[in-house]
């Protein structure tokens, strides 16, 4: 997650992986490890990582969703979910 327009003051935002319909989902609790939780920025903190476990035996490729919500004031969500692959580490992302 990457903040943007200013780090003048703490914020947070909620964040949940999701299953998606599309090609080569990923499956919660075989492919990944479903995550839930609240990213908190401090004061000109801009970027912070969501961490999603993938199991060693996924079928590499699986895609999944990141949805962003409940924004704190000064945050702004610009999509409402990010779409993930297995394959990824946290360089694609950036």
């Not at 299953?19 to 970027?47: C, H, K, M, S, W």
Request: charged content about 30%; some cysteine.
């Amino acid at each position: 997650m990457l903040r943007k327009n200013g780090c003048d003051r703490k914020a947070s935002v909620s964040y949940k992986t999701i299953e998606l319909d599309v090609d080569n989902a990923a499956v919660a609790d075989i492919d990944y490890i479903p995550e839930q939780g609240t990213l908190n920025f401090d004061r000109d903190e801009d970027r912070r990582e969501i961490v999603v476990t993938v199991p060693g035996n996924n079928i590499e490729g699986s895609n999944f969703g990141v949805v962003l919500f409940d924004p704190s004031e000064g945050m702004e969500i610009l999509e409402g979910y990010i779409m993930v692959s297995t394959s990824m580490d946290k360089h694609d992302l950036m």
